[in-house]
């Protein structure tokens, strides 16, 4: 059993603020830094960190070999990253003091996937390999049918989320991690958390959805299977990657062969972790640091 993680590679510009800017308003930074991130990134570290064997596959420019070292230097196998004539994806974030951050995305690579590309790539996985998705890479729901039609199991987190989601062919996927703004609207009305677990999960019979639903914890929701978890309380200093790390350390955990509870609960501490920490790659911890 393998997992590719088809994903976003970004460069993460990170300005750190008293507060997120307002429009109009000119605010000086503390201090600025330079690290490797994006979801699809995030993500791949994640599970890696958590004990699983994950190959990554994206576009980069040629500005992007701090990525293929980071990547490489937490387990990540990188050999299906390609590269093309310009730049890598770009995270442009400001961190406040009390840790939230706001960010806006340059495409750049990510949205420079091919068809040709997938195709090879797809070709050295089949029947009982995983594939994780995002929504932050051109060509996704080609890779979701591709993918399901190879007996791959894909295991999809359609954010940052955008109205196109909606249209993907949804019911090929083996796990959906959305938070409550993303259900809901996949959902189709506002109602609350358990109520758009039950939507989610008559839509989708068979599918495991996990709804996340930041301070107020987590559902699982499979049929007619339910689980919640809350949060661990933590010192939040940035809360980039909290979600990947979540996501990440779920699927590691299950595919261990953990239950439901116990993935997420191994999950939550995770990202109990990764909250405390500044930074996206960095700040995920690996497994041996969560206290059991």
Known sequence: MKILNYG????????K?????KPGETIPASDVEMNGGGKGANQSVALSKAGAPVWHAGTIGNDGDMLLDLLGEYGVHTEYIRRYDGITGQAIIQ???????????VGGGNRENTKEMVDETLSHFGEGDYLVLQNEI????YI?????????KVCLNPAPYTPEVKSWPLDKLELLVVNEIEGQDLAGEEGSFEETLDRLTAAYPGMSILLTVGKEG????RDGEREYVPIVDAPVVDTTAAGDTFFGYF???RLEGMDIRESMERATRASSVTVSRPGAMDSIPFASELKY
């Open 8 to 15: 976003s590679l970004n460069i993460d510009i990170v300005y």
């Open 17 to 21: 603020v008293s507060h997120i800017v």
């Open 95 to 105: 961190l406040s003091d009390s840790g939230q951050n706001s960010i806006v995305l």
């Open 138 to 141: 051109n060509l996704t729901s």
């Open 144 to 152: 979701i049918e591709k993918a399901w039609e190879r007996g791959i």
């Open 218 to 221: 987590s559902y699982f929701g």
């Open 251 to 253: 699927l590691a955990s």
